[in-house]
């Protein structure tokens, strides 16, 4: 079982920058790809990140285009979704998710992920 607690959102005006952290509970972080998810309203949630338990990771290009880098502290069962100039159409609530993975493969899909933190809010302004 894990536990996700995500934070760093906040309002921001276009162009700025947030960095968001997800915090996880459990010995066994390190056998979970990590992956960023983001629901605006009306919208279904769709991916944004992922990173595997050694690293690798992959990106959504359309929506993040470069702006966004997702990494992870093992030591620290951590991992953050660093985003620079942010656009209004990131405005949504951004989600922190965790599937259980033994192997080094993305996972992009929601279905595909066990765990589920509440969401931080992210709103950027024009």
């Known amino acids: 079982q894990v536990q996700l607690v995500e934070s760093g959102g906040g309002l921001v005006q276009a162009g700025g920058s947030l960095r968001l952290s997800c915090a996880a509970s459990?010995?066994?972080?390190?056998?979970?790809?990590m992956g960023w998810f983001r629901q605006a309203p009306g919208k279904e949630r769709e991916f944004v990140a992922t990173?595997?338990?050694?690293?690798?990771?992959?990106y959504d290009k359309d929506s993040v285009k470069g702006r966004f880098t997702i990494s992870r502290d093992n030591a620290k069962n951590t991992v953050y979704l660093q985003m620079n100039n942010l656009k209004p159409e990131d405005t949504a609530v951004f989600y922190c998710?965790?599937?259980?993975?033994?192997?080094?493969?993305?996972?992009?899909?929601?279905?595909?992920?066990?765990?589920w933190g509440q969401g931080t809010q992210v709103t950027v302004s024009s």
């Open positions: 990173i595997t338990w050694s690293g690798r990771s992959t």
């Open positions: 459990g010995r066994t972080f390190s056998n979970y790809c």
């Open positions: 998710a965790a599937k259980r993975s033994f192997g080094n493969d993305y996972y992009t899909l929601p279905r595909e992920y066990d765990y």
